[in-house]
């Protein structure tokens, strides 16, 4: 059964950082991502690291500010998120594929282990 756990949400000025985690139970050299979710919107892509944690993907706004990455011996992925912007407010997931064992960026899917989301909270 694979399990996974969001950590490191809350509230944070403009301007300022959070890092997220998210501990992965059940298997480890799977692609990992995050996405989030705003009130109202669809979940957005925001990071991707392959299984080795060699290869990193951004979503185009986050790029430069973001940085995803992974310790497969502790079964952990984190986020670091630095300059923090109001429209940075969602709910953040972590995902791990079921299958992807790649370099590159899965597509990932419903159908993919989820986490059950942690807030991030960005007052200007």
């Known amino acids: 059964q694979v399990q996974l756990v969001e950590s490191g949400g809350g509230l944070v000025q403009a301007g300022g950082s959070l890092r997220l985690s998210c501990a992965a139970s059940?298997?480890?050299?799977?692609?990992m991502g995050w996405f989030r979710q705003a009130p109202g919107k669809e979940r957005d892509f925001v990071a991707s690291i392959s299984w080795s944690g060699s290869n990193t993907y951004y979503g185009d706004s986050v790029k430069g500010r973001f940085t995803i990455s992974r310790d497969n011996a502790k079964n952990m992925m984190y986020l670091q998120m630095n300059s923090l912007r109001a429209e940075d407010t969602a709910v953040y997931y972590c995902?791990?594929?079921?299958?992807?064992?790649?370099?590159?960026?899965?597509?990932?899917?419903?159908?993919?282990?989820w986490g059950q989301g942690t807030q991030v909270t960005v007052s200007s």
């Open positions: 059940g298997r480890t050299f799977y692609a």
């Open positions: 995902v791990q594929s079921a299958t992807y064992r790649g370099s590159g960026s899965p597509s990932f899917q419903r159908t993919d282990y």
